[in-house]
């Protein structure tokens, strides 16, 4: 009988020819773990077999890269043991990392070459001569003369507030001042520089700027150092305006009302909703400085700058401009390509420095904004040659289609499930998210792992992704994204044990019991909850068909899937096609075709921010981008109903979930 | 000059499902119905087969229902009050296929809530009383349709009832139901394609052969959405003829309920203005347009109220299948 030896436990086991080696573990009481109930569909009992040459006969390889395979790993629970052997059990984290559908997002770094010298923003620092009755040069003539003659700065501008704190700071620091100066901005590109703040001392570490990223259900913000042009601290969390409506036509409509009343508001700048909502994203991004500040030790009047990325109405609502043309036709927003606004966070409310210059990335269209061109920005697709498709899976669903030569754009509004609202027990990608679960297709028992394995608090994205597409694999959803009671007599499957329910929202399916989670009670998911990850998937998935039947591409000759969003760290991209929110190009080599970018909007922000190329670049993604107005077009309507199912009505669209389903 | 009549072939076809059973197939029906079996758009004979001309139900109920219009009641006399005597006038009438509808809560004069017993009796004379293929309908509450149609199916085991109606809410229960005794089921969706084609695919996924199901995309009465209706039914038919199985299911739809329930149909002389014309003469007109428009359209089945239309409908497809000569 063939003898299994397991690494590092060192315990062997005599098994018969033919045996798994799960048995053979099992056998000598080597734990492997198993979360699909060794069905071969997760590939964590990934094990790295020595010497399995002809004494190894794997059944299947399906999560295994061909680099694993010749580097000996095998799937415990699908490889029958011929021959002699000796087995090494990895540690969990490192299967993690061969696991070849999921995919991780890329990191952020700052541009190649990064220098401060090249910023807009400078610190100078100066060493000026004390005045005295043989120089009695006045205050501000004394700073311009030491910057011009140190760092050649002429024609220095400056805000009444500085002038009056001019001499007092001068004084007090013994004329050991550092100045923060900006130079110019991208559309003032011959200055002149304007002084933003003027430090006691020599504070040249002081420069700080954020890139925020104003989503409509997600804010998300990056504070930079632009001393080293990285990120030194990151913060994300849900945009207060929710509670004024779920999505933008909601909050357009709030805002053009008179509060209290159902009637537009006279004066639409100041209606009191507007500027209700104005608040609202204003004091969501002040929390995020205000963490990230607290976090990277750094205090918020050191932020210089806000680059700010958002779709159109997000942008109009943070700058307090009346959004409902976006919603009327011809649907012409007051502000595309807004201008920079130097000294504006003060007028805005950040809480940032009051004089800090604010500028907002330009958008294409009514529907399609700065996160979708910084998006583009950061996906690069507009500088290469082959043809991509980029989907940004957050609340307004846009897609853009396209190479170096030409690009298409559209959006659609799928709505915040995958971002974690609007379902029950949904959070975002934080601490305690589910974010991947698998269900053992023969009990229906569920195992998950939580961001930062911690007591599990709620199901983000790609949490939500992994438990429908395991569902609905397990036979206990049905196509159409119902629970399945069980019909007695008729499938083996009589019950479904206490994991399926009737909760108060109709059926639900139990992921974890109250006293395994954090906040005390059971996270489930609702058939409610799978009806709303039903309609955006649909949507996402009717957008970027609709754009590629548009133009007359079919999805197979994209060669790569660029995917953005709010998923945390990484999505399990074959789950999403179980579900059928991303296309099936296949199994293996296809899921090597998608690239997981993370928040590709705020990277792109960040991009902008530090560099003046990019800053160039975004303006010209925006101008090239054509927009496709879906609501003009009956395809969207069909497509987004045969999307409505598990994963689509029409079978051949998926082969590779069929294959697996029957 | 000689002329070509362009001709367009298809690469697919409708399913045939056969309705009933005699007593050698394992029921009790004197004949069996089969419709569907098309390779072509309806009626365009020169161009493909269309095996089985359209079927005929017509509506009966359990009991007199309450709702009904006053000129039904007339047509049918005595009959409403007895499911087994309102059979057999059925039969006299015509019908290719008897609907028996169980009344509920709602239709009933006295508000009560049918029982399972009554439904079986009710199905049991009515096998009893005709020969025919039967279809029977639950009264449209989903807790109550399932608690009845159980029952159904068990009583009449073999048969090869149709159980409806069937839709996404209840599929499992009236599906494991037909399957377990040997039925077929009548599969509604709100008059969209796709919608139509999950439904089809939801009951297949539980195991029931689609030589059982009839899709049924439900429709409106002329001047009530008929268009959108037709439109649905004729993107279906497109599908099924050009090779997506999932179409192609011989379609019911039931014009008599859509037309009955109308004002045109129910209201009286005295309500409506005089240019209105003769009452009988305009719902019994309103329930054949809506019918043949929809065998047009591509109904493989049409359930009918008055025993006129029926008359009337039957000798257009009996005019239509004969090429458009008189084809008695």
Same mark, same amino acid.
């Given at each position: 009988?063939?003898?299994?030896?397991?690494?590092?436990?060192?315990?062997?086991? @005599?098994?018969?020819?033919?045996?798994?080696?799960?048995?053979?573990?099992?056998?000598?009481?080597?734990?492997?773990?198993?979360? =699909?109930?060794?069905?071969? $569909? =997760?590939?964590?009992?990934?094990?790295?077999?020595?010497?399995?040459?002809?004494?190894?006969?794997?059944?299947?390889?399906?999560?295994?890269?061909?680099?694993?395979?010749?580097?000996?790993?095998?799937?415990? &629970?699908?490889?029958?043991?011929?021959?002699? *052997?000796?087995?090494?059990?990895?540690?969990?984290?490192?299967?993690?990392?061969?696991?070849?559908?999921?995919?991780?997002?890329?990191?952020?770094? !700052?541009?190649?070459?990064?220098?401060?010298?090249?910023?807009? *923003?400078?610190?100078?620092?100066?060493?000026?001569?004390?005045?005295?009755? #043989?120089?009695?040069?006045?205050?501000?003539?004394?700073?311009?003369?030491?910057?011009?003659?140190?760092?050649?700065?002429?024609?220095?501008?400056?805000?009444?507030?500085?002038?009056? $704190?001019?001499?007092?700071?001068?004084?007090?620091?013994?004329?050991?001042?550092?100045?923060?100066?900006?130079?110019?901005?991208?559309?003032?590109?011959?200055?002149?520089?304007?002084?933003?703040?003027?430090?006691?001392?020599?504070?040249?570490?002081?420069?700080?700027?954020?890139?925020?990223?104003?989503?409509?259900?997600?804010?998300?913000?990056?504070?930079?150092?632009?001393?080293?042009?990285?990120?030194?601290?990151?913060?994300?969390?849900?945009?207060?305006?929710?509670?004024?409506?779920?999505?933008?036509?909601?909050?357009?409509?709030?805002?053009?009302?008179?509060?209290?009343?159902?009637?537009?508001?006279?004066?639409?700048?100041?209606?009191?909703?507007?500027?209700?909502?104005?608040? *609202?994203?204003?004091?969501?991004?002040?929390?995020?400085?205000?963490?990230?500040?607290?976090?990277?030790?750094?205090?918020?009047?050191?932020?210089?700058?806000?680059?700010?990325?958002?779709?159109?109405?997000?942008?109009?609502?943070?700058?307090?401009?009346?959004?409902?043309?976006?919603?009327?036709?011809?649907?012409?927003?007051?502000?595309?390509?807004?201008?920079?606004?130097?000294?504006?966070?003060?007028?805005?409310?950040?809480?940032?420095?009051?004089?800090?210059?604010?500028?907002?990335?330009?958008?294409?269209?009514?529907?399609?904004?700065?996160?979708?061109?910084?998006?583009?920005?950061?996906?690069?697709?507009?500088?290469?040659? #082959?043809?991509?498709?980029?989907?940004?899976?957050?609340?307004?669903?846009?897609?853009?289609?396209?190479?170096?030569?030409?690009?298409? &754009? =559209?959006? &659609?509004?799928?709505?915040?499930?995958?971002?974690?609202?609007?379902?029950?027990?949904?959070?975002?990608?934080?601490?305690? #998210?589910?974010?991947?679960?698998?269900?053992?297709?023969?009990?229906?028992?569920?195992?998950?792992?939580?961001?930062?394995?911690?007591? !599990?608090?709620?199901?983000?994205?790609?949490?939500?992704?992994?438990?429908?597409?395991?569902?609905?694999?397990?036979?206990?959803?049905?196509?159409?994204?119902? *629970?399945?009671?069980?019909?007695?007599?008729?499938?083996?499957?009589?019950?479904?044990?206490?994991?399926?329910? $009737?909760?108060?929202?109709?059926?639900?399916?139990?992921?974890?019991?109250?006293?395994?989670? #954090?906040?005390?009670?059971?996270?489930?998911?609702?058939?409610?909850?799978?009806?709303?990850?039903?309609?955006?998937?649909?949507?996402?998935?009717?957008?970027?068909?609709?754009?590629?039947?548009?133009?007359?591409?079919?999805?197979?000759?994209?060669?790569?899937?660029?995917?953005?969003?709010?998923?945390?760290?990484?999505?399990?991209?074959?789950?999403?096609?179980?579900?059928?929110?991303?296309?099936?190009?296949?199994?293996?080599?296809?899921?090597?075709?998608? $690239?997981?970018?993370?928040?590709?909007?705020?990277?792109?922000?960040?991009?902008?921010?530090?560099?003046?190329?990019?800053?160039?670049?975004?303006?010209?993604?925006?101008?090239?981008?054509?927009?496709? @107005?879906?609501?003009?077009?009956?395809?969207?309507?069909?497509?987004?109903?045969?999307?409505?199912?598990?994963?689509?009505?029409?079978?051949?669209?998926?082969?590779?979930?069929?294959?697996?389903?029957? | 000059?000689?002329?070509?009549?362009?001709?367009?072939?298809?690469?697919?076809?409708?399913?045939?499902?056969?309705?009933?059973?005699?007593?050698?197939?394992?029921?009790?029906?004197?004949?069996?119905?089969?419709?569907?079996?098309?390779?072509?758009?309806?009626?365009?004979?020169?161009?493909?087969?269309?095996?089985?001309?359209?079927? %005929?139900?017509?509506?009966? +109920?359990?009991?007199?229902?309450?709702?009904?219009?006053?000129?039904?009641?007339?047509?049918?006399?005595?009959?409403?009050?007895?499911?087994?005597?309102?059979?057999?006038?059925?039969?006299?009438?015509?019908?290719?296929?008897?609907?028996?509808?169980?009344?509920?809560?709602?239709?009933?004069?006295?508000?009560?809530?049918?029982?399972?017993?009554?439904?079986?009796?009710?199905?049991?004379?009515?096998?009893?009383?005709?020969?025919?293929?039967?279809?029977?309908?639950?009264?449209?509450?989903?807790?109550?349709?399932?608690?009845? /149609?159980?029952?159904?199916?068990?009583?009449?085991?073999?048969?090869?009832?149709?159980?409806?109606? +069937?839709?996404?809410?209840?599929?499992?229960?009236?599906?494991?139901?037909?399957?377990?005794?040997?039925?077929?089921?009548?599969?509604?969706?709100?008059?969209?394609?796709?919608?139509?084609?999950?439904?089809?695919?939801?009951?297949?996924?539980?195991?029931?052969?689609?030589?059982?199901?009839?899709?049924?995309?439900?429709?409106?009465?002329?001047?009530?959405?008929?268009?959108?209706?037709?439109?649905?039914?004729?993107?279906?038919?497109?599908?099924?003829?050009?090779?997506?199985?999932?179409?192609?299911?011989?379609?019911?739809?039931?014009?008599?309920?859509?037309?009955?329930? /109308?004002?045109?149909?129910?209201?009286?002389?005295?309500?409506?203005?005089?240019?209105?014309?003769?009452?009988?003469?305009?719902?019994?007109?309103?329930?054949?347009?809506?019918?043949?428009? /929809?065998?047009?359209?591509?109904?493989? %089945?049409? +359930?009918?109220?008055?025993?006129?239309? %029926?008359?009337? %409908?039957?000798?257009?497809?009996?005019?239509?299948?004969?090429?458009?000569?008189?084809?008695?």
């Amino acid at each position: 009988m063939p003898h299994v030896l397991f690494l590092p436990a060192q315990r062997s086991a @005599e098994v018969s020819v033919g045996a798994s080696l799960l048995e053979a573990a099992q056998a000598c009481g080597v734990e492997i773990h198993i979360p =699909c109930g060794g069905q071969g $569909r =997760c590939g964590r009992c990934a094990v790295v077999v020595q010497g399995g040459d002809g004494r190894l006969r794997r059944r299947s390889t399906i999560r295994l890269s061909p680099a694993d395979i010749a580097a000996g790993y095998a799937l415990a &629970c699908q490889s029958l043991v011929l021959g002699d *052997l000796a087995v090494v059990v990895p540690p969990q984290e490192e299967i993690a990392r061969h696991l070849v559908t999921a995919k991780h997002a890329v990191a952020v770094e !700052p541009p190649a070459g990064y220098t401060v010298a090249d910023q807009p *923003l400078q610190a100078f620092f100066l060493a000026l001569d004390p005045p005295s009755l #043989a120089d009695q040069t006045d205050d501000w003539s004394r700073l311009q003369r030491g910057l011009a003659g140190a760092y050649g700065v002429s024609g220095l501008t400056a805000d009444m507030d500085l002038l009056r $704190r001019l001499g007092e700071v001068l004084r007090s620091a013994d004329w050991q001042v550092t100045a923060v100066v900006e130079l110019d901005a991208w559309d003032r590109p011959a200055g002149p520089p304007r002084l933003v703040d003027l430090l006691p001392g020599r504070r040249t570490d002081a420069l700080h700027a954020i890139a925020v990223d104003i989503g409509t259900t997600t804010v998300s913000l990056f504070l930079v150092d632009l001393m080293t042009g990285r990120v030194v601290a990151r913060a994300a969390d849900y945009n207060d305006q929710i509670r004024r409506g779920e999505d933008i036509i909601s909050r357009i409509v709030y805002a053009s009302r008179k509060a209290g009343n159902s009637q537009p508001a006279a004066n639409s700048v100041n209606s009191a909703n507007l500027v209700e909502l104005q608040a *609202l994203v204003v004091g969501t991004i002040n929390r995020l400085v205000e963490q990230a500040c607290r976090r990277a030790g750094v205090e918020p009047k050191q932020v210089y700058k806000a680059t700010v990325v958002g779709n159109p109405t997000m942008i109009h609502l943070f700058l307090g401009v009346p959004p409902e043309q976006i919603r009327l036709a011809p649907y012409i927003p007051a502000l595309n390509q807004v201008p920079s606004l130097p000294g504006a966070a003060q007028a805005l409310g950040l809480a940032i420095h009051p004089q800090a210059t604010v500028d907002c990335l330009p958008g294409v269209a009514s529907y399609v904004g700065a996160d979708i061109t910084a998006g583009v920005l950061s996906s690069g697709m507009h500088r290469s040659e #082959a043809l991509r498709l980029f989907i940004d899976i957050g609340t307004n669903g846009e897609t853009v289609l396209g190479n170096a030569d030409w690009l298409i &754009c =559209c959006a &659609c509004s799928a709505g915040p499930a995958f971002e974690g609202a609007g379902v029950e027990h949904g959070t975002r990608a934080a601490a305690g #998210a589910i974010e991947e679960v698998w269900i053992n297709g023969d009990t229906g028992e569920p195992t998950y792992r939580t961001v930062g394995n911690l007591p !599990p608090k709620g199901l983000c994205g790609s949490g939500l992704i992994s438990l429908l597409a395991e569902l609905f694999l397990a036979g206990l959803v049905d196509k159409r994204g119902r *629970l399945n009671q069980g019909w007695p007599g008729l499938r083996d499957r009589p019950s479904l044990g206490p994991r399926v329910r $009737r909760g108060d929202h109709g059926l639900e399916y139990v992921v974890a019991w109250a006293e395994e989670t #954090a906040i005390g009670r059971d996270i489930v998911l609702t058939e409610v909850d799978i009806d709303n990850l039903l309609r955006t998937k649909a949507a996402i998935f009717a957008g970027f068909t609709s754009l590629a039947e548009a133009v007359g591409v079919p999805l197979e000759a994209v060669e790569e899937v660029l995917i953005g969003g709010a998923f945390g760290q990484h999505i399990n991209v074959e789950k999403a096609v179980e579900i059928g929110l991303l296309p099936d190009l296949g199994t293996g080599e296809g899921w090597s075709r998608f $690239r997981f970018l993370g928040n590709t909007a705020l990277n792109g922000a960040y991009l902008a921010l530090v560099s003046r190329a990019m800053r160039q670049e975004v303006r010209n993604i925006a101008n090239k981008m054509t927009y496709l @107005e879906l609501s003009a077009d009956n395809r969207f309507y069909e497509q987004f109903m045969s999307a409505m199912f598990l994963p689509h009505t029409d079978a051949r669209l998926f082969p590779s979930v069929a294959s697996r389903n029957t | 000059m000689p002329v070509t009549i362009p001709q367009t072939k298809y690469a697919g076809k409708v399913r045939e499902v056969t309705i009933g059973a005699t007593r050698a197939e394992g029921g009790t029906r004197s004949r069996t119905v089969t419709v569907g079996g098309e390779t072509t758009l309806p009626f365009l004979l020169h161009e493909g087969e269309m095996p089985h001309p359209p079927a %005929v139900a017509v509506e009966i +109920c359990d009991r007199r229902p309450a709702d009904w219009s006053p000129l039904l009641y007339e047509a049918w006399g005595e009959a409403v009050n007895d499911p087994a005597t309102w059979a057999r006038a059925a039969e006299a009438a015509g019908a290719d296929l008897v609907l028996l509808h169980l009344t509920g809560p709602v239709q009933r004069a006295d508000g009560s809530t049918p029982t399972a017993q009554e439904a079986r009796q009710a199905v049991r004379r009515v096998l009893e009383a005709t020969g025919l293929p039967l279809l029977v309908f639950g009264p449209g509450i989903a807790d109550l349709d399932n608690e009845l /149609l159980v029952a159904v199916a068990e009583e009449a085991a073999g048969e090869r009832l149709v159980l409806g109606v +069937c839709e996404d809410k209840n599929y499992r229960t009236l599906v494991a139901a037909a399957l377990a005794h040997g039925h077929l089921v009548d599969g509604r969706t709100p008059m969209d394609v796709n919608l139509a084609k999950q439904l089809m695919i939801l009951i297949r996924d539980m195991g029931l052969p689609l030589e059982r199901v009839l899709m049924d995309p439900s429709t409106g009465a002329l001047g009530y959405g008929i268009e959108y209706g037709y439109s649905v039914m004729e993107r279906l038919r497109l599908a099924a003829l050009n090779g997506d199985a999932m179409t192609q299911q011989p379609m019911l739809v039931t014009p008599g309920e859509e037309a009955w329930r /109308l004002k045109e149909a129910k209201v009286g002389d005295g309500g409506v203005p005089a240019a209105w014309g003769d009452w009988a003469e305009r719902a019994i007109t309103w329930e054949v347009l809506t019918a043949t428009t /929809l065998l047009h359209a591509g109904a493989d %089945v049409v +359930c009918l109220r008055h025993p006129a239309s %029926v008359a009337e %409908v039957k000798a257009v497809i009996a005019r239509l299948m004969a090429g458009g000569k008189d084809g008695k």
